[in-house]
């Protein structure tokens, strides 16, 4: 596995694998790697020649007080753990290789990004999709592998890559839970034995919404309260948001019908967790 710091140095090994007629797959991520992270990469390995993986914390889209400066970072055991992967490009930036001085330049998608998460997270998506447009200029990868875990993050990025004619697809892989349902995350790191119980709520109010849907169920108003008081009789949680919406445009639907994506986010002690399910109806 190569170990690459800088844009010019990805940027003419890429191209020379392109020239080769390779297929390039790659999977952006911010490290500390767990299983949803190696589930990226291994179907990043099934559909591609030559894989790449970006580890970066971008700095931009975090909102002020959040966890940009306690966000684990653990780049060793990371490295080890792409080898094992056969990854075969580690690409490793520094800040100043991504926001050079006198950097001014933002891509922004409308509409989808000012919903669910872009609520109480206003600058994240800008962040998101810039650094992804860095990434794919840099990387020029055919395929991009993002997780479902975060839904709206991907179907952003979705809407991006049409919009703006990036030559590349993008591939969505599914969520990975822990054997007891909770998704996984680098944020469950941050949740004491006490947390870690109540964050399992989110899990399971996702699937009494799919309960309740399998039942007969298809008034939006009804799940959501069912989902809520699930999830508050949990003493340590606080509910940003639980939202029942189409999962292409995102709006707010009153009755379930088509593909729904039902997400939410719960602050668990003071670690926001994020999960969601898709049903077909
Ligand atoms: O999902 C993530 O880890 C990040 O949002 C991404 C896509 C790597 C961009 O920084």
Redesign the pocket.
Known sequence: MKLIRTIKEIQSIVESYRQQGKIVGFV???GCFHEGHLSLMRIARKGADVVVV?I?V?PT?FDPGEDFESYPRQFERDEKLAEQERVDILFYPSDKEMYPKGYLTYVTVNKITKVLCGVSRPHHFEG?TT??TKLFHVVKPHFAV??QK?AQ?AIVIQRMVEDLNFDMEIVVGPIIREKDGLAMSSRNKYLSPEERKDALSLFQSLQLAERLITEGERTSKDILSAMKKLVASRKGTRIDYIEIVDATTLKALETIKGEVLIALAVFVGNTRLIDNIVVNC
């Open positions: 952006p991520t911010m970006s970066y971008n889209q998101v650094i992804c993002f997780g975060d993050q």
